[in-house]
């Protein structure tokens, strides 16, 4: 009975685990198989899978075993009948792929695994590639487990299932190709790749491969965009067509000695990339195509889509530029025009090669000169793909010269922002060598400076560089610097990520907000607060903030900022709104009309700027008033995918000392003694500019009323500036390798005018913001016998007008409108499957256009009740 249990036992659990044939009746000495090879590549967008183009090749292998034994096999690869069809279905007579049967490749088997390939030495790179995905599918195991393999795709975890005694699957993952990979660190640039690598495969009993098929299914897709990408299908199927032939064999104690006399190259199956030859459009280089587009880059074609598009083929052609035609342009008599652009496309270039052009045409002998010298600096502080070389060499140069004091400051933000984005790189921190300088040098200069004005231009610097080894010197200037030093400060650390907030720095912002150890700025005190709110406070922690709308506190402006903010934070969040609720319902000192109904024009919205089927965004507008005006605004556009935000575009602007002209309260509690001083502050992409100083002192200011010379439209920002900038490759299993890409442009427009009657008084001013934002993403495969190309673009031209009206005759009134003009959203998906040899070329083309109706934002019932005053005066 013992010996019966046990013999049911053991045939149980072999049934359960199919045990599988030995390796050594597989691939038996002298013989030779034949195998029918089909494969189908197919790519299109993901909005239209229906609409594709590709390819499928077919032929007939024969895999013969001609040395070797139980453990080693060399094995034979002859491929005969090679044919190419495209899809839409045409056979091409003339590809390079019959160049594939002229001799055969040989791949040394090991125990189920292939170690090398050994091909012709004048064998074609993509034909190589071929021969590696068709070796490769002869790499199997017989038992279930996860091992490592290497094939054309990389080094791969492979996952291995038995579905019974002779049907298998395998899963690879995790496959890390030799191929180049960058992309933007912020989540909402990325491009977000998807896929799975699956083969199915079927033995015979002796363990000889009898049929495989694979599948590589790859869907490639813009953060920015919902469902805004491509898809890329290859299947691969082999079929053993049951024949078995006798063939000779090879001498040789080693595998080494038995292919010595063929006279062939050994490779490993990693794949290797193709370039294949220009031609057409794809020859253009960097200067026919700006001499080609002249009208596009000049300034004011700025905010337009053209301008964006144009720029994105730009970079790719410029990234591959030596400097020599860079400077050519730049010093060209017909391109002075297209100066500025170029400047902006060289800053997003960012290769050493561009950087050295720029160099040596920039002088600072005229104001124009600095203007174009300072546009450089921006625009490389916007780029994605800082080189040390060059954020060393502008580090260099900051330490020499220090004149004229406008290029000074924005070097030293260009460098400071240059660092932060270089930290941020893979394999990179803020303890990397070259950031550590830059942190070392702004402290450095930040603690030998004197007055405010130095101080500032360093703490914008330590702003923009956002090293956490900084936070301790930014608070202890938050705390114990002046008016502006703390603002600056403040500033600054709320720019940090909310991550690095523990109970000590909370308890200090509060100390700020509450002005526990000593009075504080009320810009400060509103900062501390932001940064209090972006922590997300809980019941206790919200109670606790509460308490300053019913405070003595005598700055009612700050209070009307805190209701403001509430509101909107409430709007945006039904957990905050629930919880702000109960805070104000279980406090009766809270809960009425003198607390909630606090007077004041200061103002914190956030109204949704774009939504679907274009990018999701948000614009915040924050406006801090004091005594009846502006004291600190700002207007930010944030690009939202998820509960990723990323700030494209920031308008700061702020104004000190002006309360004298405005008000006529006399119980109004003003601490607005400063000196009359008002700007612009610029912040893209996460990079603050130096300021932009409309008038400093009272005489400038009645200058610019007496001369009406900020009354007509004025550019403040004028540039084009990357955003997406995303490059993947990747192999499949048949060998091919192909190209995942996104770039994307922002073009701005920035403009304003502001009239001031001291007549009248009363006041107007306009800020138009026209930008231009083009995204394409690109799927590319080449080979030399076919390529296939998906490319999607999508252009949109949103505009936002943000104008105000200012009546201070009595009691102040201020009326704003938020205002965005029609759009129209236009995408275009192009497939392209091009034959080089047979000069074939098919495309399919979609394009869909989006109307996106304008909208005027509403800000809050109390401007609502100003503008109707105003409009009645």
């Not at 009208?295 to 720029?311: A, H, N, P, V």
């Not at 004197?450 to 936070?471: E, M, V, W, Y």
């Not at 001369?707 to 955003?723: K, N, R, W």
């Not at 934002?857 to 401007?863: A, G, R």
Request: one cysteine or more.
């Amino acid at each position: 009975m013992k010996l019966q249990l046990m013999t049911l036992m053991l045939a149980a659990f072999f049934g359960r685990c199919h045990p599988a044939p030995a390796f050594g009746d597989a691939f038996q000495l002298g013989t030779e198989q034949s195998y029918s090879y089909w494969n189908e590549v197919r790519t299109g967008s993901t909005r239209n899978a229906s609409s594709t183009v590709g390819y499928i090749v077919r032929a007939t292998v024969h895999v013969a075993t001609i040395w070797g034994n139980d453990d080693y096999k060399l094995l034979r690869f002859k491929v005969t009948n090679p044919t190419l069809s495209t899809i839409p279905g045409e056979v091409v007579r003339k590809s390079t792929l019959s160049d594939i049967s002229s001799a055969p490749f040989f791949a040394h088997w090991h125990l189920g695994q292939i170690e090398k390939i050994y091909v012709d030495k004048d064998d074609d790179v993509t034909l190589i590639n071929f021969k590696r995905g068709l070796a490769s599918l002869f790499q199997y195991q017989l038992l279930d487990g996860k091992y490592v393999e290497v094939d054309p795709s990389g080094t791969c975890d492979v996952l291995y299932t038995s579905h019974d005694e002779t049907r298998y699957q395998k899963a690879r993952s995790n496959c890390l190709f030799s191929g180049d990979r960058s992309e933007r660190s912020e989540y909402p640039l990325r491009s977000s790749t998807t896929y799975s690598r699956n083969t199915d495969f079927t033995v015979n009993t002796d363990g000889s491969l009898d049929r495989v098929i694979a599948e590589d299914y790859f869907k490639y897709f813009v953060n920015a965009y919902d469902n805004f990408g491509s898809f890329l299908d290859s299947v691969v199927k082999v079929y053993s067509e049951g024949s078995t032939t006798k063939v000779n064999t090879v001498q040789g104690n080693t595998v080494e000695e038995a292919v010595e006399n063929f006279g062939l190259v050994e490779k490993s199956l990693l794949s290797e990339k193709y370039a294949p030859k220009c031609s057409g459009k794809n020859c253009d280089t960097f200067s026919k195509l700006v001499r080609t587009h002249k009208k596009s880059l000049t300034d004011d074609r700025i905010g337009k889509q053209e301008t964006s598009s144009l720029f994105l083929q730009l970079v790719k052609l410029g990234r591959v530029t030596p400097t020599e035609p860079f400077q050519r342009l730049l010093k060209g008599d017909t391109m002075q025009e297209q100066r500025g652009q170029i400047l902006d496309l060289l800053g997003a270039i960012q290769t050493v090669a561009a950087h050295e052009a720029a160099k040596s045409v920039l002088t600072f002998e005229s104001d124009d000169e600095m203007v174009f010298a300072e546009r450089y600096l921006q625009a490389l502080a916007a780029g994605s793909q800082p080189q040390k070389t060059i954020i060393e060499d502008l580090l260099v140069l900051a330490e020499k010269k220090r004149n004229p004091q406008k290029f000074y400051d924005t070097l030293v933000q260009t460098v400071a922002s240059l660092a932060n984005r270089y930290a941020k790189l893979p394999g990179n921190s803020f303890d990397t060598d070259v950031v550590e300088k830059v942190k070392d040098y702004l402290l450095k200069e930040l603690n030998w400076c004197a007055k405010d004005k130095c101080k500032l231009q360093f703490i914008r610097g330590l702003h923009n560089l956002k090293s956490p080894k900084t936070l301790n010197a930014l608070v202890e200037l938050a705390l114990e610097g002046s008016a502006q030093v703390s603002v600056a400060a403040m500033k600054a650390l709320r720019s940090f990520s909310i991550f690095l907030w523990n109970d000590e720095f909370r308890a200090m912002f509060e100390d700020i907000l509450f002005q526990v150890s000593k009075k504080f700025d009320t810009s400060a005190r509103a900062l501390a607060l932001d940064i209090l709110l972006d922590l997300k406070p809980d019941f206790d922690e919200l109670t606790h903030l509460a308490q300053l709308l019913k405070s003595n506190d005598k700055v009612y402006e700050l209070k009307q900022y805190l209701l403001q903010k509430l509101r909107m934070l409430a709007d945006r969040c039904p957990h905050f709104a629930e919880m702000l609720r109960k805070v104000i319902q279980n406090d009766p000192s809270l809960n009425n009309y003198h607390v909630i109904g606090a007077r004041g024009l200061s103002t914190a919205l956030m109204r949704t700027y774009s939504s679907g089927p274009s990018f999701n965004a948000s614009l915040e507008s924050l406006q801090e008033m004091s005594g009846g005006v502006l004291k600190r605004g700002i207007v930010d556009l944030t690009l939202e995918v998820g509960e990723e935000k990323f700030s494209m575009f920031t308008l700061g602007l702020f104004a000190s000392g002006m309360s004298s002209f405005v008000s006529n309260n006399e119980d109004e509690i003003l601490e607005d003694d400063s000196d009359t001083v008002a700007g612009m502050e610029l912040t893209v992409q996460g990079s603050v500019f130096r300021p932009l100083v409309f008038f400093d002192g009272k005489t400038d200011l009645m200058r610019h009323v007496w001369s009406g010379t900020a009354s007509e439209p004025t550019p403040a920002y004028q540039a084009t500036t990357l955003l997406q900038d995303n490059e993947e490759w990747y192999a499949l299993q048949n060998g091919a390798v192909f190209k995942l890409s996104t770039l994307g442009a922002i073009s701005i427009d920035l403009n304003g005018q502001v009239t001031l009657s001291l007549w009248s008084r009363n006041a107007q001013s306009k800020v138009e913001q026209n930008t231009a934002i083009v995204v394409s993403g690109n799927v590319k495969l080449d080979t030399s016998y076919v390529s296939l190309d998906v490319s999607f673009v999508a252009g949109q031209e949103p505009q936002l007008h943000l104008t105000s009206d200012l009546d201070f005759a009595t009691d102040p009134a201020l009326c704003m409108q938020l205002l965005q003009p029609n759009s129209i959203l236009s995408q275009t998906f192009e497939r392209t499957v091009t034959v080089p040899m047979a000069k074939y070329r098919k495309i399919r083309q979609t394009k869909v256009t989006h109307k996106i109706a304008g909208q005027t934002h509403m800000l809050n019932q109390k401007n609502n009740a100003m503008c109707n005053l105003i409009a009645k005066s």
